[in-house]
């Protein structure tokens, strides 16, 4: 087992010297047979090689450092799309949250609209029965009117008008000297008569033509006034309001805007509605406070 050993490793031996006289021999004779020019143009040849291979070393490693910065940039794009796709995700649910929280909304304020409409039109169609149906039940309505007239007369809110409408009466029966009321004086007087004696639908038209025609009338607030007070008188409590608040839009410096408020939160406490009644009454009391309107607003917030 030794011997073997012994012939391998001397075997190797005699090869590695077999390879190295090669080597020497090949040297000598290739120095033997090229020149010493064709020495330095292989030396060139190989100091260029060795150059450029340096070179090519150099464009790998910038193009390694290019390829790492490529990579680091795009993570950073990554991460921001994700950071993006998540706030969008947010949002998108945000505004589809608050896209039902408003539809919502609208289908209840759409529901309470139409509430609204099917007792104005069923009040109105129980006006009209009523108006082409005179009876007893017409009664209660002339007394709340005609307490509503006291309470007017109470405030002076109806003062000017009537005395207004007196006179143009007592001038149309006066003799041919007296000179002849203006066609806008006229249209006021007419409409206040219908009203002073209930015939609401003639004063409804007379007083809508009032206001289209003579808009800067100085009765202008006061026939819309009137308006609101003709649907208060047929229980048309929400179609009141609404005419209150033109009046106080409208004509916010008219005399009518206490009177206004006034009933605006009495129409409100008729539809059972303290909350808005109450705002308003209070309303009324803060920016009238010396007004015999606010007396009577003060007396309804103390019952509420």
Known sequence: MIDMNFLVWEEIIMNKKIRSLLIISLTAFVFGCVSQQEMLDIQNRLTALETQGSSNLTSYNQVDTRIESLESQLHHIKQSVDLIEKQFREQYAGIKANSNTSRHEIRQIT????????????????????????????????QIFERLQMIENYLGIETNERKSSTTGRMQASQSQQSSPQTPEAEMYATGKTAFDQKDFETARIQFVNFIKKYPKSKNADNAQFWMGEIYYQEKWYEKAILEYQKVIETYPN??????????????????????????ILKELTKKYPDSPEAKLALKKLSEL
Do not use: C, W
């Open 254 to 279: 008219g005399n009518k805007v206490p009177a206004a408020l006034l009933k605006q939160g009495m129409a409100f406490l008729e539809l059972n509605d303290k909350t808005n009644a109450s705002l």
């Open 111 to 142: 529901g309470r609209l139409e509430e609204i409409e099917y007792h104005l039109k069923k009040k109105f169609n129980l006006l009209k029965q009523q108006k082409q149906t005179p009876s007893e039940d017409n009664v209660p309505v002339n």
